[in-house]
């Protein structure tokens, strides 16, 4: 059966970013194919919010508000329960999407039917919207491509928002990890690949929109330090799921080797870190490969130093970056 547009909803999740919301709904609005557009508040601290959103674009949209917070991952469990359609697509209310996303994935579906999920690329942008970079660091190549659980033994070549994923199977799944802090979408597109599959677009097809703002919660993640064991530990989600002829242990060391642990996030977040995160980061600082000499100096400097010389650079490069 073919993937049609009237069977495609796109939700924004809202919480408290006036800033940014009306960019976010307009482009769900403002597709080349109209789809239904949802827009599900998680009981956010701004009590006009609703009001400021439906007075711009009134019956074009639906508001719904949950009755408490669930959190980011359980509110994309609210946005399953409200859609009527059997397609979903999540967009966060500072990110926005391109103009023929929904008709590119379409046409994605077309070309590779009965997957359980859909994507294309997406470029990173700054608050202003200025192009930073484009996401994923693995480009396709073709027009399109098939994607299945080997193409993604440590997660998916993909960044949030840009995809479209089918209800039915996620919920059969048991929808998103609520308690998960930072990789409840990862594991969700490899629960989703497993059962199904998946394919890639060339397209270009959403935008991400990068910004320090403590309202963002990766950005609390990440500041917690709580990032990089997250991922860890998703990365061994993803690799049970394998088939048992592909099937491989998680190694940290490896993975270390080829990924690096940033200098730049010890040196901006390591004066903040509670004593034992700031430890197993250094931890990982040590097992690194260094990719040039600088990190190479900076990881013996560590060695010898240990927490207490990262902790003091950390404070050192704040304060010359404030002055």
Known sequence: MSLL??????AVTVYNRRQFVKQAVASALNQSVPVRVVVVEDCGPDPGLGSFVQDEFGSRIEYMRNPKRRGLFGNWN???DVCATEWLSILHDDDYLAPGFVEAMVDLARHVPSQALYFGRTIWVDEQGRPMGEYPLWPVKE?????????IPYGPPFDFPGQLFQVSTAKAVGGFRESSYYCGDREMWAKLIARNGAAQTAKLVAYY???????????AVIRSGRQKPAFFVQNKRNLALMPADFRMRFDRVAYLRENPLSVVFLLRHGASLRSRMLAYHVRLLLLSRPPHWQYAV?????????????????RLWNWMHRA
Not at 303 to 310: A, D, L, Q, S
């Open 209 to 219: 929109r990068y910004h320090d703002s403590w309202d963002r919660g990766t950005n």
């Open 78 to 80: 609210a946005c399953m």
């Open 5 to 10: 547009a009237n069977q495609i909803t796109i």
């Open 143 to 151: 027009d399109w491509r098939r994607i299945g659980l080997r193409d």
């Open 298 to 314: 900076y990881q013996q400097c560590a060695r010898i130093g240990g927490v207490r010389f990262v902790r003091l650079s950390s």
